[in-house]
């Protein structure tokens, strides 16, 4: 597509339930980043792929948030057992950097609004 | 690990110009990004250094100093709709990742 496209854009769910976070990256980009961003906040890393592979899992809070990106274009962000404190933008970007050798720009989604209740 | 640190908000007048400070802390740098983000909008590119020196972009120049830890974006002839959030990022080759700052909340009054 022409841009990074996330679905949802906004996601109501309550405490306990599973959720899955959707992103589609820039055609050709070989790099996906999530992140989350609460109000007046910079955005926190969470987790960076290089092709399929997380290359960085770091920022990942606890073992209740995984990612996957199974053939490189398409990643998906799963929470477990949700709590109120998930509630924040999560924020998905790619870009055509190759490992070390050149940080391209970061394109961003439009991001999907996660609300805990 | 890495440590950002901007101002947390700062206020101008439209036509002036003003200065966003950015200092920061890395154990492999690798370059260093200013994005804009509108409330409620995804952030969009600025600006990139990788070595000293300014970087201009129309309005908008950017300004790093790799031996201090500093940065900063220069806005020129402020407009109303420069309104917005102002991120420091830095791309680190140690996690290989970007990690971005707090942010600056820039308001431009009339």
């Known amino acids: 597509g022409a841009g990074v496209s996330q679905t949802p854009s906004n996601k109501v769910t309550e405490k306990g339930k599973y959720v899955e976070l959707r992103c589609d990256p820039i055609s050709g980009h070989t790099a996906l980043y999530w992140y989350r961003q609460s109000l007046g906040q910079g955005p926190e890393f969470l987790i960076y792929f290089q092709g399929t592979g997380a290359a960085d899992d770091s920022g990942l809070p606890n073992d209740r948030f995984f990612a996957v990106r199974p053939e490189g274009s398409v990643s998906t962000l799963k929470i477990q057992r949700t709590e109120r404190g998930d509630s924040a933008v999560y924020l998905c970007a790619s870009s055509l950097t190759q490992g070390t050798a050149f940080a391209g720009e970061l394109f961003f989604g439009e991001g999907s609004r996660l609300t805990v209740l | 690990g890495q440590n950002i640190d901007q101002p947390t908000e700062m206020t101008a007048t439209e ?10 802390q890395t154990s492999g ?40 830890g500093y940065s900063y974006l220069l806005l020129k002839e402020l407009q109303m709709k420069d309104s917005a959030s ?22 431009v009054l009339p």
């Open chain 2, 86 to 107: 102002y991120l420091c990022a830095l791309w680190d080759n140690y996690g290989q990742n970007f990690v971005f700052g707090p942010g600056t909340r820039l308001s």
């Open chain 2, 29 to 68: 740098f690798n370059g260093l990004f200013w994005y804009q983000q509108h409330a409620g909008e995804a952030p969009t590119f600025l600006s990139y250094n990788v070595l000293d020196g300014l970087e201009e972009k129309g309005r908008f120049s950017s300004f790093l100093s790799r031996s201090k």
């Open chain 2, 15 to 24: 036509g002036a110009i003003v200065q966003i400070n950015c200092t920061y």
